[in-house]
């Protein structure tokens, strides 16, 4: 018999060895990837609040048009160790404007963002932006590949008008490494910004 079912693999246990916890939030417009990439990058079963999108939600929801059948109506929560020593706690938040206020909250604590952008609706991304701004939140950009990319970063860097010290890349939010890739960007960039911040006199 095998003892290794899917239910103990989704539970890998926090290695004695973590000693730096680090909450990072992945934010973004409707339907980016966000809980893709939450999942897919999750050494836990990731703590999800999707709900259906049903004819109630018509006029509301923005569902429809993206093929989408269910939304975060709180947020994505899952958990990944970078190294023995060093663990992210992932927060995804919910996509609807109708549900931004809850944003400000899971911001609490946070270290830095991940901003994913779906380049066939970049105007989506401006509030995540606007807001990270607001909080003075250290972010990075990942634009979520949904198909061949019609635009280079440099013209995505342009379009959403980010600082050449804001790191761009791309990504697959449903494969891990790629997820993963993303995570390690943004604490290489946090990284880079304390010891700047430690050696400005
Ligand atoms: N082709 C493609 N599809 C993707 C990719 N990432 C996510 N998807 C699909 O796009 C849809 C949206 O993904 P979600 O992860 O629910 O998006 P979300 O940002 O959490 O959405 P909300 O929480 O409702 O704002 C899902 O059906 C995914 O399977 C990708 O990289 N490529
Ligand atoms: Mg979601």
Not at 8 to 35: E, H, N, W, Y
Not at 70 to 84: H, K, P, Q, Y
Not at 88 to 100: C, D, H, N
Not at 188 to 197: E, I, T
Request: aromatic share 8%.
């Amino acid at each position: 018999m095998d003892f290794r079912s899917s239910e103990q693999a989704a539970r890998t246990p926090l290695p004695s060895t973590a000693r730096d916890g680090l909450k990072i939030v992945i934010v973004g417009g409707f339907g980016v990837g966000k809980t893709t990439m939450v999942r897919s990058v999750s050494e836990i079963r990731p703590l999800s609040t999707e709900e259906t999108m049903t004819q109630a939600g018509i006029g509301i929801d923005d569902g429809g048009s993206h093929g989408k059948t269910t939304t975060t109506v709180a947020f994505d929560f899952g958990r990944i160790s970078l190294n023995e020593h060093m663990v992210l706690y992932l927060f995804g938040a919910p996509g609807q404007e109708r549900f931004w206020f809850l944003w400000d909250r899971l911001f609490s604590g946070t270290l830095g963002a991940v901003v994913l952008v779906d380049t066939r609706r970049l105007a989506d991304s401006w509030y995540s932006i606007d807001r990270l701004e607001h909080h003075g939140m250290p972010f990075i950009v990942a634009r979520n590949n949904f198909g061949q990319p019609e635009h280079t970063l440099e013209q995505v860097r342009q379009a959403l008008d980010l600082s050449a010290d804001v790191p761009l890349i791309d990504c697959d939010a449903r494969q891990r490494d790629s997820s993963k890739a993303v995570l390690l960007t943004l604490v290489n960039h946090l990284f880079a910004l304390s010891s700047v911040r430690e050696t400005t006199p």
